[in-house]
């Protein structure tokens, strides 16, 4: 298994809060049952796909037993997120077993990589869906009603989803996921997502905004917006004549948006989308994931450093510390250029919290270059990472063109060292918070005690204290940190 973060599982024992399915008049009787896996944008699709769902009359149940349409939303980014939904779709199976009629189907990046693969190799399957065919699904569910097993992973070029208004599973009612942009067009040699989702296209800016207004009047306080690479955040405004104010779907179905959004400019870039969402309220926390060093512009960096409301954290994926390496995974940059991005960052906003994704490991890397990584991390010293041993995925460049060469122990290994580096570095950054007031937004409960709340600071650090009758979950607080764990703040209020 990966250290520090394993793949997010949808959390079963919270599954019961995902029934915000304001029915949307009829019902059809059936219940479906949908479980994600993978990135925080595949949880985002399972919302997606919810709605859909519930148009049509579907209730969802966290009981999968009790289920008319199983829906597994996979990942494939690395083997053991794979083998995982093999394990997963084994434990279906008596449910299937005991109710026949009972729909299976397979959604996301898994079932775009394998397509009608997926029903040769697991018997219980009836339908398996890419991550841009959603729309596609009640039909699907349709044709295997009446007795078919169905197939669609047409990838877009269009597909935004824009006009869908996601329902919120699991929500706390104070955070939320938009999804900006789908796909990626950036072919690095490790990666799957360029097959499995297709190419990269930017969702209607009108939308995004109309989304986090709506999620404000609702009480969320925080939006995370979503995409493989934000910083390529490009939407085109379509000629008034063609867009009468409400978006540029086809169908009509845009969610309008009131007067007070005010005027896109022709071009939106990721920088005038951030401050398009930041002007929504300075009281809404607008964060995004994930950025791309070679696409990440100081125009960006001074839109953060202009709105206080647009929080101090940047994901800023290195992969790894090593020109030679970077090149070979096509990351189209080398150590120098990252270098400098992280200057850039500590001058336009010294407070900025930056943390990265790493891999270990790589096709022919030698220990000289894995130690560029480790002094990679000295030199920007990450609040957090995420850290993965190489994964050969099939059909990527690197599986065609390099063996994967490097034995496992020594992925191992480097993971290890630079696992145990990274530690440090978190400590470290922990460690300089104390004696700072944090501005932290009220999340909930601590999940250890009751008497305690816990939320985010700007910079992305859970923050724990102690209850006060004067603030509830939604509002923000001023916390004075006193001590820290190894991954928590804990301080009191201070007024
Ligand atoms: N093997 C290991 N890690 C991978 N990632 C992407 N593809 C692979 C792979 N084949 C990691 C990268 C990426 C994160 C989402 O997952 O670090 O940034
Ligand atoms: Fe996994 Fe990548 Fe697909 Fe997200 S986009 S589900 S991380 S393969």
Request: aromatic letters at 8%.
């Amino acid at each position: 298994m990966d250290l520090l973060i394993p793949d997010k599982v949808h959390d079963e024992s919270r599954q019961g809060e995902a029934l915000i399915l304001e029915p949307v008049g009829k019902h059809n009787g059936r219940k479906l049952y949908i479980e994600s896996y993978g990135c925080a944008m595949n949880f985002s699709d399972s919302e997606i796909v919810a709605s859909i769902l519930a148009e049509k009359g579907f209730e969802t149940t966290s009981d999968f037993n009790n289920a008319d349409v199983i829906f597994i939303n996979t990942c494939s980014i690395r083997e053991n997120a794979e083998v995982r939904v093999r394990n997963r779709l084994k434990e279906f199976a008596g449910a299937k077993f005991r109710n026949p009629g009972m729909v299976v189907g397979v959604l996301g990046c898994m079932a775009e990589r394998l397509k009608a693969k997926f029903l040769e190799e697991e018997k219980l399957v009836d339908v398996v869906v890419g991550p841009d065919a959603y729309r596609d699904l009640p039909n699907l569910i349709e044709q295997v009603d009446s007795g078919q097993r169905a197939v669609n992973v047409l990838l877009s070029r269009e597909e935004t989803y824009a006009d869908i208004s996601p329902v919120r599973l699991n929500s706390n009612g104070i955070n939320a996921f938009v999804s900006i942009m789908r796909g990626c067009d950036n072919m690095c040699s490790f990666c799957v997502v360029p097959f499995t989702r297709g190419r990269e296209r930017s969702r209607d800016a009108y939308s995004v905004v109309a989304e986090c207004k709506d999620l404000f009047d609702k009480g969320y306080r925080e939006v995370t917006l979503l995409g493989q690479n934000v910083d390529s955040y490009k939407w085109t405004k379509p000629h008034p004549a063609l867009s009468k104010g409400e978006g540029s779907e086809e169908d009509g179905k845009v969610l309008s948006f009131g007067e007070d959004l005010g005027e896109a400019p022709e071009v939106v870039n990721f920088a005038n989308l951030l401050e398009m969402v930041a002007l929504v309220s300075p009281e809404l926390r607008v964060r995004f994931s994930t950025s791309h060093p070679k696409d990440i512009t100081d125009e960006v960096l001074h839109t953060i450093a202009k709105y206080e409301n647009i929080c101090n954290y940047i994901h800023l994926p290195v992969q790894s510390g090593n020109s030679r390496i970077l090149d070979i995974m096509n990351r189209t940059y080398d150590r120098e250029w990252y270098m400098n991005r992280i200057d850039a960052i500590r001058r336009i906003i010294p407070e900025c919290a930056i943390s990265t994704d790493v891999i270990t490991g790589f096709c022919t890397e030698t220990e000289d270059e894995h130690n560029d990584t480790v002094t990679m991390m000295d030199y920007v010293k990450y609040d957090f990472a995420y850290m993965f041993k190489y994964s050969e995925r099939p059909g990527t460049l690197a599986a065609k063109r390099y063996a994967d060469d490097i034995p496992e122990e020594i992925k191992q290994r480097r993971l290890a060292q630079i696992v145990a580096k990274q530690q440090e570095y978190s400590f470290y950054r922990m460690q300089a918070r104390i004696g700072k007031v944090e501005k932290v937004l009220i999340e909930g409960y601590s999940k250890k005690s009751d008497k305690d709340y816990c939320g985010r600071s700007d910079q992305n650090a859970m923050v724990i204290f102690p209850v006060s009758e004067n603030y509830k979950p939604g509002q923000y607080v001023n916390v004075l940190v006193e001590r820290t764990t190894s991954a928590t703040l804990i301080g009191t209020i201070v007024d």
